[in-house]
């Protein structure tokens, strides 16, 4: 081989050499950004995750006040076409899932599981849920003894 040619060879093969070294430092930080974006979407995930738990908690409490309400008027309007104790028994079990749902909400919230990365979206706290949902309970137990006292 020609001294001409080795000098050739050797050019290219430092050529090459350049082009490895930019494509691993191009490689290296592609894969950062994609380990940051995957960061990125976990955190996102699980503040999604947060958000779907306080949904869930106000379908609890909406299907509660609902039924609530349906119980104090299935007395009243059972009263002229049913026997009165049907429409206290109606109502008393209706009030009654309106209780359970109500228990239901914060039960469910306040053991709804926290899986890494710690979200940042902030919950509600558990003293706030369980007193709202306490008086509600304690709705409850008014409209339940209204309903009986009244039938009789």
């Keep these: 081989m020609s001294r001409k040619a080795a000098v050739r060879a050797a050019g290219r093969a430092a050529d090459a050499a350049q082009g ?5 430092r191009h490689l290296e930080r592609s894969a950062g950004a994609v380990e940051s974006s995957a960061d990125r979407s976990t955190e996102l995930a699980a ?11 106000a ?11 349906s119980g104090v008027g299935a007395r ?7 026997p009165a104790w049907f429409g206290g028994f ?17 039960w469910r919230e306040l053991r709804a599981v926290r899986p ?13 849920l369980m007193g709202v ?8 137990a008014v ?4 309903i009986w006292a009244r039938a009789g």
């Excluded at 379908?59 to 309400?69: I, K, N």
């Excluded at 109606?90 to 914060?106: D, E, K, P, R």
């Design 76 to 82: 009243a309007l059972l009263a002229r076409v049913a």
């Design 116 to 128: 890494p990365p710690i979200p940042d979206t902030r919950r509600l706290p558990g003293w706030l």
């Design 47 to 57: 503040d999604r995750t947060v958000l779907a738990a306080e949904r869930t908690y």
């Design 59 to 69: 379908a609890w409490v909406r299907t509660g006040l609902a039924s609530l309400a």
């Design 133 to 140: 949902n306490g008086f509600l309970i304690l709705v409850d």
């Design 20 to 24: 490895v070294r930019q494509s691993a």
């Design 143 to 146: 409209a339940l003894v209204g």
């Design 90 to 106: 109606t109502g008393s079990v209706l009030i009654l899932f309106s209780a359970f749902c109500f228990g239901a909400a914060v």
